[in-house]
C-alpha cells in the first residue's frame, strides 16, 4: 500500500556529484521516479555538489525551504581528500547542525558518517 499523499510538495535538495557517471546523471530521474511510486508528491532541485559556489548556495538556503537533502552515490571514495569532498562533509555537518534532514545512498550514507564523526575506510577484502 502507498502512504497518503500529504497533498503538500515536498521541496527537496539533490547534492548530486556530477562526476560523469551514468548513474549520476540519471540520479535526479532515479529518486523522482521512486517518490512518484511512492505517492509523494516532490520537487527535487539537483545541485552538483562537486561545485564550490553551487554547493554553497544550496546550505546557504537551508532555511529558505528545503524539507531535506539527498547525497547520492558517487565514484568517488568518501574516504578520500579531495577538495569537494571536504567541502561536501563540512556543509553536511552545518546542516546536521541547523536540524536540516539528510539521506544519504551509498557514498552519500558514508560521506554523512565520515562527517558526523563515524568512521569510512576501504574494504581490505576489496568487496
Not at 502507498?2 to 548513474?23: A, I, M, V
Not at 530521474?29 to 553551487?54: H, K, N, P
Not at 536540516?100 to 551509498?106: A, H, K, V
Request: proline share 6%.
Amino acid at each position: 500500500p502507498r502512504p497518503p499523499n500529504t497533498g503538500r510538495r515536498l521541496r527537496l535538495c539533490l547534492l548530486n556529484p556530477q562526476d560523469g557517471s551514468e548513474y549520476n546523471v540519471r540520479a535526479r530521474e532515479m529518486i523522482a521516479q521512486l517518490f512518484a511510486l511512492a505517492g509523494v508528491d516532490v520537487d527535487l532541485e539537483e545541485v552538483d555538489a562537486m561545485c564550490a559556489d553551487s554547493l554553497a548556495a544550496a546550505v546557504a538556503t537551508a532555511y529558505d525551504g528545503y524539507d531535506g537533502y539527498i547525497i547520492p552515490g558517487s565514484l568517488a571514495s568518501a574516504y578520500d581528500d579531495d577538495p569537494w569532498i571536504i567541502r561536501l562533509a563540512d556543509a553536511v555537518r552545518r546542516l546536521h547542525a541547523r536540524g536540516s534532514r539528510i539521506f544519504g545512498i551509498c557514498f552519500g550514507a558514508q560521506i554523512v558518517a565520515r562527517a558526523l564523526g563515524g568512521t569510512v575506510c576501504s574494504n581490505p577484502a576489496g568487496a
